[in-house]
């Protein structure tokens, strides 16, 4: 047997047959790597988690026309800048002018799917639109005109170069919902694209596209920014009031869990130095007799690390697991989502787990070589 | 014979006690020498200084020629691994390892642990058979002989007993003294510092320390290396 052999035996035999004390800092270790590992799995997945739930704010990025509008193939090519799992809702929209009663008010034309995932909050009162012949109006003009959800209105409009001998466009329409936000869009009523071409007699693109993306705020900057400078019909602006508030709100929520983390790891230091204390005290007369043996400093040393590193490398191992569940755990009772594993994080945690326990072991093996053996094996 | 250790002078004081007192003493190859003496006499302070774990406060303590009173911490802790063979009233074997494995251990120490010398040692102390027991698992007079097996696996020059019966019953003893004269037969230079005036009689020569001082020494003119009042199997 080699010298590595019987170091290996010895750390083995002291871990496994004086099991009580080792499980005792075992766990002092492994709790503290599970609540590590799962503050560090919530404080990246964190913002993940917050982005989608921020969603539910409204579109976060803007694309005007630099000239009068755009087309479908325009909003299609800057769609194509950012990656497809980062999109929430895409929603092009056209305004126009039509009558109804004689009285002008305002028509927005869009695609409905594409409106109810960029505008999550908006709360209709029926249904949205679900085909081209139906239209949801904004709860004040459905006050104006005293129109209920299944009312039937004729909407008409007057193309501009129309002759005085001209009729009006008219076309008859089913309300489906009126729209309540408490903002401007109640002064709208809603149509879909075709039956606003069809009311019109022209396909005229589109004036503005709402966009609501799952993504960092300066992520969302550098695709406004790629996509002003490919197009030269669209301009992306982003909607500062929603990813200002993310960002900072993001940025507290990430600090706070950065600064709980810290607070653990050293917890779980004076945890660890405290149970490694108490280790090496009542292992006195042991390292009095390792001594009296011929040990060296070093030997001692290498000893008393070598059970503590183990001891750190199971605990991070099992405080990975243990962190992951406890993430997944968080994570669906706060957000109510999963959280993805992240498999870098279990060697990542043994390290720290291993340092923190090294660490932490410095001061309380350092002690162990100051034992006295002439002392200890007297009893004193 | 020649001398393996010598005592010149050598005093330890703590404060106003003198532990030890200007105390000379010699130790030849190969000889079975006994240090009785009452407590506080200094036997276990002496003991400490001749196995490298005290300093003395004053004198020279020479160990096969070289003098050890003034060697560092670290230089004491090579003497003690490289030439002394250490075995405690309280045994003091690692609870959680093996018999083998705390034979083994002082192995560890020295150079390459070499489990069938282990095997052999425990062999000669008639512990071949318990060689996977953990110390809990023997008896008082099993352990001391584990600590026996330890204290010789390494051909030290010396061996220092500390009341190495002091917590055995008379069977096991006789089992002990007995091993101790197979280790001066085969040629190990052995001081064993005793209270018992029986065990100390079976030694070749006995050193009585007073106060610190060697009051009086005798020499064993029926040196067997046996124990009288009992009976050898």
């Given at each position: 047997m080699n010298k590595r052999k019987m170091y290996i035996r010895m750390i083995t035999a002291s871990l496994l047959r004086r099991r009580s004390r080792m499980v005792i800092a075992l766990l002092a270790i492994a709790i503290g790597a599970t609540i590590l590992s799962g503050l560090v799995t919530i404080y990246i997945d964190v913002p993940r988690q917050l982005r989608a739930q921020f969603r539910s704010y409204g579109a976060n990025m803007l694309l005007a026309a630099t000239e009068r509008t755009f087309t479908k193939e325009d909003v299609d090519k800057a769609l194509a800048v950012i990656p497809g799992e980062e999109i929430v809702g895409v929603a092009p929209y056209r305004y126009e002018t039509v009558r109804i009663n004689d009285r002008p008010i305002l028509a927005a034309a869009t695609d409905m799917e594409g409106a109810k995932a960029s505008s999550p909050f908006w709360k209709v009162d029926g249904s949205w639109p679900a085909s081209d012949e139906e239209v949801m109006v904004g709860k004040n003009v459905a006050d104006t005109f005293r129109l209920f959800e299944g009312d039937r209105i004729s909407v008409t409009y007057r193309p501009e170069d129309a002759g005085e001998e001209d009729l009006d466009n008219s076309v008859d329409l089913t309300v489906t919902g009126i729209l309540d936000t408490g903002g401007k869009e109640e002064d709208y009523i809603y149509m879909t694209i075709a039956m606003m071409e069809e009311l019109?007699?022209?396909?005229?693109?589109?004036n503005v596209c709402e966009m609501s993306i799952a993504s960092e705020q300066s992520d969302l900057s550098g695709y406004a920014d790629r996509i002003s400078a490919d197009s030269s019909v669209l301009d992306a602006k982003l909607v500062k009031r929603v990813t200002q508030s993310e960002t900072t709100v993001l940025g507290k929520l990430q600090a706070l869990v950065l600064l709980v983390t810290i607070i653990v790891m050293l917890l779980t230091m004076i945890c660890v130095a405290t149970t490694m204390t108490a280790v090496v005290t009542e292992r006195r007369k042991e390292i009095g007799l390792r001594k009296a043996l011929g040990a060296s400093d070093r030997s001692i040393i290498n000893e008393f690390m070598g059970e503590g590193l183990v001891l750190g490398a199971v605990g991070g191992l099992l405080g990975a697991v243990l962190g992951f569940w406890f993430a997944q755990a968080v994570s669906m009772n706060v957000f109510n989502s999963s959280i993805s594993l992240m498999p870098w994080l279990l060697p990542a945690t043994m390290v720290v787990s291993v340092l923190v326990t090294g660490i932490a072991c410095l001061i309380p093996i350092r002690s162990a070589t100051d034992v006295d053996p002439a002392l200890v094996l007297k009893g004193e | 014979m020649s001398t393996l250790l010598e005592l010149k002078n050598v005093s330890k004081i703590y404060g106003d006690l003198h532990?030890?007192?200007?105390v000379n003493m010699k130790v030849e190859k190969g000889e079975w020498l006994a240090i009785m003496g009452p407590s506080g006499s200094g036997k276990s302070t002496m003991m400490n200084i001749i196995g490298a774990l005290d300093k003395a406060s004053e004198g020279e303590i020479l160990l096969d020629g070289e003098d050890i009173a003034k060697k560092s911490a670290k230089a004491l802790t090579n003497i003690r691994r490289d030439k002394i063979g250490l075995i405690f009233q309280q045994f003091h074997l690692v609870s959680y390892l093996t018999a083998v494995e705390n034979v083994m251990l002082a192995q560890y120490y020295h150079s390459v642990p070499d489990e069938k010398e282990a095997l052999e040692a425990l062999e000669r102390v008639g512990l071949k058979d318990r060689a996977r027991h953990y110390p809990s698992q023997l008896s008082g007079g099993e352990q001391q002989r584990v600590c026996v097996a330890r204290a010789l696996i390494n051909y030290p020059e010396i061996i220092l007993a500390d009341e190495p019966t002091g917590n055995l019953d008379e069977a096991n003893e006789e089992i002990v003294v007995e091993l101790f004269r197979k280790l001066h037969e085969e040629g190990t230079t052995l001081v064993v510092v005793t209270h018992n005036p029986e065990v100390a009689e079976v030694a070749q020569r006995t050193i009585v320390l007073r106060n610190g001082k060697v009051d009086h020494e005798s020499i064993?003119?029926?040196?067997?290396?046996?124990?009288?009042h009992i009976t050898l199997q």
């Open positions: 019109t007699g022209e396909d005229r693109g589109f | 532990a030890l007192d200007h064993n003119p029926d040196f067997t290396g046996k124990i009288k």
